[in-house]
């Protein structure tokens, strides 16, 4: 799934021009295990940035039914709290209709 959100950020990223928007992908951090473990204060916090004329907002993007992760429920309550600037986007794939 993680190679199907990739190309779907890299997708939006080169779609946003076309409404007068920008998305700024916000690169992975060196991950540092702690006992075995990543600490929240050492993961990103979103996937990306969305900077339009009305504002800028954290992206989180997911393919199909992906679910956020701990750190990232943490986040985007702590994010919506202060402003309502965090979003999950989604693409999902429908089935196509076979003839028969």
Do not use: W
């Not at 080169?14 to 991950?31: C, G, H, L, Q």
């Amino acid at each position: 799934m993680k190679c199907e959100e990739k190309l779907f950020e890299k997708l939006f990223e080169s779609i946003a021009p076309a409404y007068k928007m920008r998305y700024y992908k916000i690169p992975d951090v060196v991950a540092i295990k702690i006992n075995g473990k990543i600490p929240i204060s050492r993961k990103r916090f979103a996937d990306g940035v969305l900077v339009t004329v009305n504002g800028n907002y954290f992206i989180e993007a997911k393919y199909q039914y992906g679910q956020l992760l701990d750190h990232q429920k943490i986040t985007q309550k702590n994010i919506n709290k202060v402003n309502s600037s965090y979003y999950v986007l989604r693409k999902k794939l429908m089935q196509k209709k076979t003839k028969t």
